[in-house]
C-alpha cells in the first residue's frame, strides 16, 4: 500500500512539474537585469518553426553559439539626461549601434541605438514606449505615438492578441523616419525546453507574433514606404525576465527564412573566431544615379539565395527578383526607387536614382 501511495504522489509531482504555466509582468525584465544570451547560425539549424502544441518536448541541447552578448536593462534618465523626457518608470537597453537598413537612407547618422520598455496595467501589458538615439551625435528621445505592445497578461496557451503600433523620428530640417505597423500574437505551444544553458527541461511557453511594419523615410523629395514583414518566436519561462530562446524570421512572397537565433546563456569562451553579433554587409549599387535605366549590384558571392525587390515613390513594389544582380528600370519613370536586398540573415535597402 505505502509504494501504490508512493508511485502516485511520484506521477502527481511529474504530472504538476510538466502542467501548463502562465507568463506575467513579474516574467519580464526589470531595471538593472544584465541578461547574457548567445547566438548560433541560422545555416544548419535544427530548428523546425512547426514544431509546437500542448505539452511539447522542445529539444535544442546541440545549438552551437558563435558570439555573446549581453541586453543591460538602465533607466532612460541613467542612459542619457536628455532622455528625461521619457517616462520615469521606463527602462531598456541597446539594440544597435546604429540603424540598419533604412538607416542607409537617411541624410544623418543615427547610433546608439536605445528601446525603453514599461510595465502598463488596464489591462496589464508589457510594451515598448519610447526609442532614443545619437541623431547626429546629440541624444535625442522619441516617444511612440502608440505603444508596442509586447505582450497582454496573463499570457496562457492558445491566447490571441494584436495591437497598431506607431513611431515618428525627426531628423533634421523635413527629414523623418515613421514606423508604423501591427503585432499580431498567439501563444500556440506549451511544454518543456532543453538548450545548451538549461540542461534539464524547463516548463515554457511559445508565442508567435507576426509583424508587419512600413518604415516611411522622408529625405525632402517625399515620403517613401517600405515594407518589413517579420515573425518572432520566443520560448517564456516563469522568472527567466529573457526568452529562452528568440528565433526571428524574414518573410518573403509568403515564406519564412530564419534570420536569427539567440538563446538565454552563460558566459562561454567561444573558437568561431565570431566577436560580433550583429555584422553589418554593405550593398552598393552602380551607375547609381543611371542614366540607362540598368543598375549592377555588389552583393557577397556568399549570398546564394536572396531577394531583390524595387519599390516607387508611393511604396508600391514595380519589380522583384531571384539570385539577380541586376536591377532593370529601363520600363520606369525617371525618378527615385528604394531597393530592398535580403538574404534571410541580412536586409539592406539602397535609394536608387534614374535620370535623363
Not at 138 to 143: D, H, K, S, V
Not at 144 to 170: K, M, R
Amino acid at each position: 500500500m505505502k509504494k501504490f501511495l508512493l508511485l502516485i504522489f511520484t506521477a502527481l509531482i511529474t504530472s504538476a512539474s510538466y502542467a501548463q504555466m502562465t507568463v506575467t509582468a513579474s516574467d519580464m525584465p526589470v531595471s538593472g537585469d544584465t541578461l547574457r544570451y548567445s547566438t548560433t547560425s541560422p545555416i544548419g539549424s535544427t530548428i523546425n518553426l512547426g514544431d509546437s502544441g500542448a505539452n511539447f518536448t522542445w529539444n535544442y541541447s546541440t545549438l552551437t553559439p558563435v558570439a555573446q552578448a549581453v541586453d543591460t536593462y538602465k533607466t532612460a534618465l541613467s542612459v542619457s539626461l536628455t532622455y528625461a523626457l521619457i517616462s520615469f518608470s521606463a527602462y531598456g537597453y541597446k539594440v544597435a549601434d546604429s540603424l540598419p537598413g533604412v538607416g542607409a537612407l537617411l541624410p544623418v547618422s543615427i547610433n546608439q541605438l536605445y528601446t525603453f520598455f514599461e510595465k502598463k496595467t488596464s489591462p496589464s501589458r508589457y510594451v515598448a514606449s519610447a526609442f532614443g538615439a545619437k541623431i547626429a551625435g546629440i541624444a535625442t528621445p522619441f516617444n511612440y505615438t502608440t505603444d508596442d505592445v509586447w505582450y497582454f497578461f496573463p499570457l496562457n496557451y492558445q491566447n490571441n492578441d494584436s495591437a497598431d503600433y506607431e513611431l515618428n523620428i525627426g531628423l533634421s530640417g523635413t527629414a523623418s523616419l515613421k514606423q508604423k505597423g501591427y503585432r499580431k500574437s498567439r501563444v500556440d505551444g506549451w511544454g518543456t525546453i532543453v538548450t545548451p544553458y538549461f540542461t534539464t527541461p524547463v516548463n515554457c511557453l511559445r508565442i508567435r507574433s507576426e509583424i508587419h511594419e512600413i518604415d516611411t523615410v522622408n529625405f525632402g523629395l517625399g515620403p517613401i514606404g517600405v515594407p518589413r514583414n517579420t515573425v518572432e518566436y520566443k520560448w517564456l519561462a516563469n522568472g527567466e525576465h529573457y526568452p529562452i530562446l528568440w528565433v526571428t524570421t524574414n518573410v518573403t512572397g509568403g515564406t519564412e527564412t530564419i534570420a536569427t537565433i539567440r538563446y538565454r546563456d552563460m558566459a562561454r569562451v567561444l573558437t568561431t573566431g565570431v566577436s560580433s553579433v550583429n555584422k553589418t554587409v554593405e550593398i552598393k549599387a552602380y551607375p547609381n544615379p543611371t542614366t540607362t535605366g540598368i543598375v549592377n549590384l555588389d552583393i557577397p558571392s556568399d549570398w546564394q539565395n536572396f531577394h531583390v525587390e524595387v519599390f516607387d515613390m508611393q511604396s508600391k513594389q514595380i519589380c522583384r527578383s531571384f539570385n539577380e544582380r541586376i536591377i532593370d528600370l529601363c520600363s520606369y519613370p525617371v525618378g527615385v526607387y528604394v531597393a530592398k536586398i535580403s538574404n534571410g540573415q541580412n536586409t539592406n535597402y539602397l535609394q536608387i536614382i534614374k535620370q535623363l
